[in-house]
């Protein structure tokens, strides 16, 4: 149930986050989205991140400010920083100019020391689960701490009044995990950024894929934990019923060599990002999205509203909004062959693409950023109040520990509670 009405007053959000644009990453573009969606309905929102590499002074105007915290570079991920732990800081910024909730959007250590340092203020806190870190261990030789690092993403995010996961599959894995006060929020789709539309033949043909071919496309980092051996096997399949196709992949990381050993033919572009990526999404014929550690995927979306095919696995985004044939092709989860099979019906089937391509555009522009800031807002409210949205809220999981569908069984006062929100009175600025 998202808000309705006029604004009662302009909440005063503290986001902490330890990654943001121009880094390039899902987590850094969904936040992004998120400050400027409440910037627009007028709350005051105050930006809490490590300080990047192209950082002056920070950023302070009317409804917005920064603070910029130390951070040091990840290992095969020297653009990125995880935030250094800052909880004195926070605690004296936040005793003079206290925010109405605290939004802690990653898991790091600056996030840690921001939960702490609001718990000591008695500041309410929210979380977002979206990243998939204990997933990523077994790819990076430390599969060990699998079990430990999930047991720090529990200890967080059960100390937060809720924590906000994009889907009901996601949800169900956690609530298994037991982790609580679990709460579903989808994400959005710029999509009249990511536009048919922005077809580039000009592209197309420094591709070299002139006329009617097939170009097959991947975006995201070029890392272990985004299955690129399936990516590339699964183009060797296309190829072999599409002979022209083309493979275009979009992003760097620490297997760009991997990748140009093993897939020699593929064009690789680099990072490429606003209207540059989404011509490069709409001149593509099929987006692949073989990963198995996304907490959502936001390139799926991007590639429906770009009118694409798009061939995933059944979770995450795709799990959520794609049925096969009809908006795009799913295989079951972790299942190489199936995927296999997808991809060869999307590649041998022209008219089937171009109406596959036309519903995904269809249902992409459903999923606007208006409702999920919504959304957000009504977490904020609740958290405030002191109340779990609708009440206690369990998810039932179906099929074999895999949530198909979250059922939510609640108090209605509890709900109405929280759509109303808090007093009135105004607040000043940060």
């Known amino acids: 149930m998202a808000l309705r009405g006029p604004i009662a007053r302009p909440l005063k959000v503290a986001i902490v986050t330890e990654t943001y644009p121009p880094e390039i990453n899902g987590v850094a573009t969904t936040v992004s989205r998120i400050v400027s969606g409440l910037r627009e309905q007028g709350h005051i929102v105050q930006l809490v991140r490590p300080r990047q590499v192209s950082d002056g002074r920070p950023v302070e105007v009317a409804g917005f400010s920064e603070v910029l915290t130390r951070g040091l570079p990840i290992p095969r991920y020297p653009e990125l920083k995880v935030g250094l732990p800052a909880r004195r800081r926070l605690r004296h910024l936040w005793q003079r100019n206290r925010p109405d909730v605290v939004h802690l959007a990653t898991e790091g250590p600056l996030g840690w020391s921001a939960l702490k340092a609001a718990a000591s203020l008695s500041i309410p806190t929210v979380s977002e689960f979206r990243t998939n870190f204990h997933a990523y261990s077994r790819h990076y030789g430390v599969g060990f701490l699998k079990g430990a690092i999930f047991g720090y993403l529990r200890r967080f995010h059960n100390r937060t009044a809720c924590t906000m996961v994009p889907t009901s599959g996601l949800a169900g894995e956690l609530k298994a995990g037991r982790f609580e006060r679990l709460e579903v929020v989808g994400r959005g789709v710029d999509t009249e950024l990511f536009h048919p539309m922005r077809r580039n033949r000009d592209l197309r043909g420094r591709w070299n894929a002139d006329g009617d ?3 097959v496309l991947g975006v995201g980092r070029l890392a272990p934990e985004k299955n690129l051996q399936l990516l590339c096997d699964t183009f060797r399949r296309m190829q072999e019923i599409r002979s022209d196709s083309k493979l275009v992949l979009v992003g760097d990381g620490p297997s760009r060599d991997w990748v140009r050993a093993r ?33 959502f995927g936001n390139v799926t979306l991007e590639g429906m509203a770009s009118g694409l095919s798009v061939v995933a696995f059944d979770y995450g985004a795709a799990g959520e909004v794609i049925r096969t044939g009809v908006n795009g092709w799913l295989a079951p989860y972790a299942d190489a062959d199936g995927f296999l099979r997808a991809a060869a019906e999307a590649a041998s089937d022209a008219d089937a693409r171009r109406v596959v391509g036309t519903r995904a555009r269809q249902v992409a522009c459903a999923m606007g950023w208006e409702s999920v800031i919504s959304e957000i807002l009504r977490h904020y409210h609740c958290a405030m109040a002191g109340q779990s949205p609708l009440g206690t809220l369990p998810v039932r999981v179906h099929g074999g520990g895999r949530a198909e569908q979250v059922e939510l069984v609640g108090d209605g006062n509890a709900k109405l509670a929280c759509a109303a929100g808090p007093d009135s009175q105004p607040r000043q600025a940060f």
């Open 263 to 295: 897939c020699p033919e593929a064009i690789l572009t680099g990072r490429r990002t606003g209207e540059d990526l989404a011509a490069h999404f709409a001149s593509a014929d099929v987006l692949l999205f073989p990963s198995l550690t996304e907490t």
């Open 213 to 215: 071919a097939l170009v």
